[in-house]
């Protein structure tokens, strides 16, 4: 699925409201076939304490992106509720955080499941960049629409949140560096990271840009050349990377 298109969904249909996640890797694989529990998909929260293996935590951060392209695509064909759709953005939001909080903290502790738990790590950080890249701005919106103050929570949550997610995805690519050094066919099986990481590289590279954020040249780097070696299996991510300099030809000074 191309998160760029618009108007197309995921290509599973939407879970039943009782749908399980699978249980943890770790109870199977690492202790000797220990049952697990299953946590359910459609949560009120998310417990950070509660045990979610690699491959259901990429379940989730996939349907939560999908929540988030279902959203932005309803802006245009569905005249919405001013407070309903802030609400439900706000709600996208809360649910992003904690399951990014969950995710770096999973990363550090499943040593044998870490190419899913990075998947689902892009995944959740393609799904928030998606979502802030709506309200960070919030001048594309009908003047004659009314205003509530949640809109401007909701832009200040955004705009606060584009720096945050850039910073982790930054880290991101550092830790798959990492790990590389161990498993070397780590960045060949990174596909799902692609739109996180341009997303980060075209938010970087407006920093720096518009807001003379020298600082975010490293990261700039780390991401580019992460692209960079994706390139050599995956086109698109080579695509991303032209993509990415054709709109910030201005950092090529950096590199």
Request: some cysteine.
């Amino acid at each position: 699925m191309n998160i760029g298109t618009y108007g197309q969904p995921l290509a599973t249909p939407e879970p039943l409201q009782g749908t399980l996640l699978p249980s943890s890797e770790d109870a199977w694989n690492n202790q000797g076939g220990r049952l697990g529990s299953n946590v359910p998909l459609f949560t009120s929260t998310i417990n950070l304490n509660t045990e979610i293996g690699a491959y259901a935590s990429t379940c989730q951060a996939a349907h939560i992106l999908g929540l988030v392209i279902r959203h932005r695509d309803e802006q245009n064909s569905v005249v919405a509720d001013t407070h309903y759709r802030i609400t439900e953005a706000q709600r996208l939001h809360s649910t992003l955080v904690l399951l990014s909080l969950h995710l770096s903290g999973q990363s550090t502790i499943d040593v044998h499941n870490v190419s899913s738990v990075f998947t689902a790590m892009g995944l959740c950080y393609a799904a928030r960049v998606t979502l802030y890249n709506m309200y960070a701005c919030n001048e594309h919106y009908s003047s004659t629409e009314a205003r509530i103050a949640e809109e401007t929570e909701m832009q200040q949550a955004s705009i606060e949140g584009l720096k945050e997610v850039t910073q982790c995805v930054y880290q991101l690519a550092q830790n798959i560096f990492d790990v590389a050094a161990m498993d070397d066919q780590l960045i060949s099986r990174s596909l799902l990271l692609t739109h996180s990481l341009y997303f980060a590289a075209s938010e970087l590279g407006w920093f720096i840009r518009e807001m003379n954020f020298i600082e975010d040249v490293q990261f700039l780097k780390v991401v580019v050349k992460l692209l960079k070696l994706m390139s050599k299996t995956w086109r698109v991510a080579g695509k991303s990377i032209g993509d990415f300099l054709d709109g910030n030809g201005h950092v090529l000074t950096f590199f």
